[in-house]
């Protein structure tokens, strides 16, 4: 069934500057803008008119940045741990939005319909979180840095940076169907502040994946499978190659007038 998009929905952006494996990549430039405002930019795409669109982050570089491109942009506590922290903090400014989209700040190939479509997973289920996920390519099977999930009606079962499931026979693995979790949550408000305030549990510790928290204290995560991907950029290669999908979308484009 079809679930109307609620109004109003708040999509909050957590970009902090301190990233382990790529400090200040929020900030890093992709077709001539911060990576950031690309991300921005694809969440007033999605938003409707009653949607709005924040970023928070830690760190006033960035937050100059945003007003720069005129976004409406909070500061954050330092101590968050994780975006959906950040998300939980800023959405105590904003208690008028039901719903919250944490759009996280590294995916700046994020299409506008995964958007909408991870709201509407969550509005059509009785889950407090929803979530999305595509097709995994052979290739990236064995990336750490890709995190794959497991799903069983609409529900995801399970995340690792390991490839799951394992298949121990060897020929259903040729016809098997593996998917990445694209990083793009929709909470119902009250459980995101509620979640917040959870411990971290032994699997997200091991994993370093903050949505195995939600399972490990058994609640239910929707998942939406989408025909359109996005890349994170975690590393410098990952903006490598960002900056070569966006020569080639600029090519296209060129070809197409």
Not at 26 to 51: F, M, N, S
Not at 78 to 100: H, I, L, M, N
Not at 188 to 208: M, N, Y
């Amino acid at each position: 069934m079809r679930a109307r998009l609620p109004q109003p929905t708040l999509i909050v952006i957590p970009a902090r500057y301190g990233s382990t494996r790529f400090p200040g990549k929020a900030l890093a430039t992709l077709d001539g803008k911060p990576i950031v405002q690309h991300v921005y930019e694809r969440a007033c795409q999605a938003a409707l008119p009653d949607w709005k669109v924040v970023v928070a982050t830690d760190d006033r570089r960035i937050l100059k940045a945003a007003h720069g491109f005129g976004a409406t942009a909070v500061m954050t506590s330092r101590t968050c741990k994780s975006g959906s922290d950040r998300c939980a903090e800023t959405a105590q400014y904003f208690p008028a939005y039901p719903v919250v989209v944490n759009l996280q700040g590294d995916e700046p190939f994020q299409p506008s319909f995964n958007i909408r479509l991870a709201v509407r997973t969550l509005l059509s289920s009785a889950c407090p979180v929803s979530t999305l996920a595509a097709r995994c390519p052979v290739k990236d099977l064995q990336n750490p840095n890709v995190a794959k999930v497991a799903i069983s009606k609409g529900r995801a079962i399970y995340f690792s940076r390991s490839p799951v499931p394992f298949y121990r026979d060897t020929q259903r693995s040729k016809a098997a169907k593996w998917f990445k979790h694209i990083g793009l949550y929709v909470f119902r408000r009250s459980f995101l502040v509620e979640f917040s305030k959870w411990r971290e549990t032994p699997l997200e510790q091991a994993e370093k994946l903050e949505q195995l928290r939600i399972l490990e204290n058994g609640q239910s995560i929707a998942i939406a499978v989408t025909p359109h991907d996005s890349i994170g950029i975690d590393t410098p290669a990952d903006l490598a190659r960002a900056r070569r999908m966006a020569q080639a979308e600029r090519r296209e484009v060129m070809e197409l007038t």
